[in-house]
Nanobody, 123 residues
Framework: QVQLVESGGGLVQAGTSLRLSCAAS????????LGWFRQAPGKEREFVAA????????YYAEHVKGRFTISRDNAKDTVYLQMNSLKPEDTAVYYC????????????????WGQGTQVTVST
C-alpha cells in the first residue's frame, strides 16, 4: 500500500509559478498511475492532471492545459505538478493520488491519496 505526501504549496501572486511535489513510499511506485486533483472551498474535488505508469501518457483538465505540467520520476518515487501562469481561480487544496489502473481522470479510480497542500493565488 502506497503512502503519499505532498509539498510545495504556498501563497503566490497571480502570474507566477509553483511546483508541487508528491513523494510516495510503501509501494512499487512505477506500478501506479498518478493524478493531481484539487478542491476549492465550497466546491467538489476536481481533476487537474494525470500521468500513466511509464509517463507515456498525460492528461489535463481544460482549464489548466498549457499552464500546468505533470511529470514523474520513478527513480525518486515522486510525482510533480509544475504550475505556471497561476490565476486566483487556481486557489485550492491540491491532492496527489495513486491508482492501480494505468491512469484515470476519474477520482473514483484512485484508492490512495495524500493529505493535500494548500495553494493560494493572490491578485
Amino acid at each position: 500500500q502506497v503512502q503519499l505526501v505532498e509539498s510545495g504549496g504556498g501563497l503566490v501572486q497571480a502570474g507566477t509559478s509553483l511546483r508541487l511535489s508528491c513523494a510516495a513510499s510503501g509501494g512499487t511506485f512505477s506500478s501506479y498511475g498518478l493524478g493531481w486533483f484539487r478542491q476549492a472551498p465550497g466546491k467538489e474535488r476536481e481533476f487537474v492532471a494525470a500521468i500513466s505508469r511509464a509517463a507515456a501518457s498525460t492528461y489535463y483538465a481544460e482549464h489548466v492545459k498549457g499552464r500546468f505540467t505533470i511529470s514523474r520520476d520513478n527513480a525518486k518515487d515522486t510525482v510533480y505538478l509544475q504550475m505556471n501562469s497561476l490565476k486566483p481561480e487556481d486557489t485550492a487544496v491540491y491532492y496527489c493520488a495513486a491508482t492501480v489502473w494505468p491512469t484515470s481522470v476519474n477520482s473514483r479510480a484512485y484508492a490512495y491519496w495524500g493529505q493535500g497542500t494548500q495553494v493560494t493565488v493572490s491578485t
